[in-house]
T-cell receptor
Framework: KQEVTQIPAALSVPEGENLVLNCSFT??????LQWFRQDPGKGLTSLLL?????REQTSGRLNASLDKSSGRSTLYIAASQPGDSATYLC??????????FGAGTRLAVHP | GAVVSQHPSWVICKSGTSVKIECRSL??????MFWYRQFPKQSLMLMAT?????????EQGVEKDKFLINHASLTLSTLTVTSAHPEDSSFYIC????????????FGPGTRLTVL
């Protein structure tokens, strides 16, 4: 059974710091991995999607890497800003029509 | 583009009553819609997948008679929580995809259900 774990569960940092959020999954047989952002009481916004054949994806200050064989992904946030404060969710797609989510990392960036 | 709405955004009901939550794709046709439930500080858990015009496919452990899903059109799916109890209180999120594989899912803003 696929399980997704995210570490740390919560993180509080001063503005400007570079951050690394971690995601691990137990079964390496995945189609892709996706990072989402969720603001309090809101839905999800897709940030980055990495196909199983890819090693990383970048969008602006965000960079996500994938090591499928070891079951790990990291989301790197450069020069963090207060507006980055949110919960970051990692999800793997193990099969047709299904996403398995981690519990998320709650990030607070203070001025 | 690719906007998904949910209504209501929050609802409070008495134990034993039924609650209907709507999920609409506003600017695209959603062949497949997904319903998730999220408890505080926990993962989103997939409850069921529905394809337009077909019966929903429920995940293991989800009671199909309690959580009724209807996907009657390409832009609307509804989730009805029947005979709601306090343990059903949760954040319900839908997503919609233009393809049956759900390769790209667009998520709604969620509905907060509180059962007293």
């Amino acid at each position: 059974k696929q399980e997704v774990t995210q570490i740390p569960a919560a993180l509080s940092v001063p503005e400007g710091e570079n951050l690394v959020l971690n995601c691990s999954f137990t079964d390496s047989a995945i189609y892709n991995l996706q990072w989402f952002r969720q603001d309090p009481g809101k839905g999800l916004t897709s940030l980055l999607l990495i196909q199983s054949s890819q090693r990383e994806q970048t969008s602006g200050r965000l960079n996500a890497s994938l090591d499928k064989s070891s079951g790990r992904s990291t989301l790197y946030i450069a020069a963090s800003q207060p507006g980055d404060s949110a919960t970051y969710l990692c999800a793997v797609r193990p099969s047709y029509n299904k996403l398995i989510f981690g519990a998320g990392t709650r990030l607070a960036v203070h001025p | 583009g690719a906007v998904v709405s949910q209504h209501p955004s929050w609802v409070i009901c008495k134990s034993g009553t039924s609650v209907k939550i709507e999920c609409r794709s506003l600017d695209f046709q959603a062949t497949t819609m997904f319903w998730y439930r999220q408890f505080p500080k926990q993962s989103l858990m997939l409850m069921a997948t529905s394809n337009e015009g077909s019966k929903a496919t429920y995940e293991q452990g989800v009671e199909k008679d309690k959580f009724l899903i209807n996907h009657a059109s390409l832009t609307l799916s509804t989730l009805t929580v029947t005979s709601a109890h306090p343990e059903d209180s949760s954040f319900y999120i839908c997503s919609a995809s233009q393809d049956r594989g759900g390769d790209t899912q667009y998520f709604g803003p969620g509905t907060r259900l509180t059962v007293l």
